[in-house]
Structures are given as C-alpha cells and as structure tokens.
T-cell receptor
Framework: ETGVTQTPRHLVMGMTNKKSLKCEQH?????MYWYKQSAKKPLELMFV???????ENNSVPSRFSPECPNSSHLFLHLHTLQPEDSALYLC?????????????FGEGSRLTVL | TQLLEQSPQFLSIQEGENLTVYCNSS?????LQWYRQEPGEGPVLLVT?????EVKKLKRLTFQFGDARKDSSLHITAAQPGDTGLYLC???????????FGTGTRLKVLA
C-alpha cells in the first residue's frame, strides 16, 4: 500500500462507547497530524506528532486521546463522545514537522455519535 | 487566534469562465498553501508560496501571495468540470508546527 490509510472509513458509536481510529502512513514521513472536518467549520487541527512526540495539542477535549507508537502509526482513542463530535476525522503526514512541506491526507474516518 | 477567511464561500459557474478565490487574514504567515478536496477524499496540495508577492502558475491556475504575506488568491482560467471541488488555503504561522486551514470555497463548474 502507498500513501496514508485510515480505518475504519465509517464509525457509528454511542455516547458511552470506546472506539479508536487508526492511521498508517507508508511514505517514510516523520510528522503526523489529526484534523477534524465539520460541515460548518474549517478544518480544525487537533494534534501534531513529530517522531512520536506530541508537539501540538490544540485545546482538544480529553475525551479524544491520541497515541503515536511509531512514526508510521497514529491512533485517536475516543470515549464518552458527544453528538457534536460527529465529523470527518482526517489524518495527515508530512516529511518533517519543523519544515514547511506538503501534507498528505488520508481519506478520513466519518464518525457519527448517537 | 489566527483565522483565514476565504471568499466566496460558494461559486457555481459555467465551463469556460474565469474565477478568483481569495484567502485573507489579519495575521502574517511564513508560507501559504492551496489544497483541493473532492468528495470522499482528503485534501490534495496544489501549491505552496513562501515569498511575499510571489506568483506561481500551474497550467490554468495562478496563485499569488500578498506582499505582506497576509493574503493569497487563486485564479482559474477557462474553468472545466474537473476543477469542481472544495478549495482550501492553509497558512503556517511562524514558529509553530501548525497548518491552519481557511474556511473553504466550494466550486462547481457546470458543463
């Protein structure tokens, strides 16, 4: 596989469930990102990881918990979410976090919270 | 908070027409990028501009970075149905790892 792969593509969960979103990049990049895309808001940056170290946390509620076990994998653990958390969650990677470069996005995970 | 406002929000035009999309901010950015996103996919990079006043051309697309590095424009000449999509500008504030995205312009080109 090439590029950035996200699973699952679609997820429906209740407010009391615990689930995880997975992102994998096959580009040899050192930086990975989580973004939230809602219908009525711009793409919102959630977290940035550089070589498995979190370097940006954009005031995201604690019900979202990221994990980066290595530079190729990024997870977003979800628990006790709210209906307003329903959105498209996009993962991206770039060569290096410190240098301006191209963001390569996955196709996203469409989350619905009931 | 650094915001990037795009205008227009929506644009529906006929094939062959020209159009310009604007991306404005009150903040200075070290660089600015333009992405296009199609339904069911993630955004894909079109261009990066890093110097104030810079103009870049990509076939029928012309990108300009403002002299003060606070704004940018995207001009499409002779639009085609394949240009349909969501156009997003993204800025990188100096000294951060963040890419902040604009509010988006949804373009539809009718055949």
């Amino acid at each position: 596989e090439t590029g950035v792969t996200q699973t699952p593509r679609h997820l429906v969960m209740g407010m009391t469930n615990k689930k995880s979103l997975k992102c994998e990049q096959h580009l040899g990049h050192n930086a990975m990102y989580w973004y939230k895309q809602s219908a009525k808001k711009p793409l919102e940056l959630m977290f940035v990881y550089s070589l498995e170290e979190r370097v940006e946390n954009n005031s995201v509620p604690s019900r979202f918990s990221p994990e980066c076990p290595n530079s190729s994998h990024l997870f977003l653990h979800l628990h006790t979410l709210q209906p307003e958390d329903s959105a498209l969650y996009l993962c991206a990677s770039s060569q290096e976090a410190r240098v301006v470069g191209e963001l390569f996005f996955g196709e996203g995970s469409r989350l619905t919270v009931l | 908070t650094q915001l990037l406002e795009q205008s227009p929000q929506f644009l529906s035009i006929q094939e062959g027409e020209n159009l310009t999309v604007y991306c404005n901010s009150s903040s200075v950015f070290s660089s600015l990028q333009w992405y296009r996103q199609e339904p069911g996919e993630g955004p894909v990079l079109l261009v990066t501009v890093v110097t104030g006043g810079e103009v870049k051309k990509l076939k029928r697309l012309t990108f300009q970075f403002g002299d003060a590095r606070k704004d940018s424009s995207l001009h499409i000449t002779a639009a085609q149905p394949g240009d349909t999509g969501l156009y997003l500008c993204a800025g990188r504030p100096s000294g951060t790892y963040k890419y902040i995205f604009g509010t988006g312009t949804r373009l539809k080109v009718l055949a």
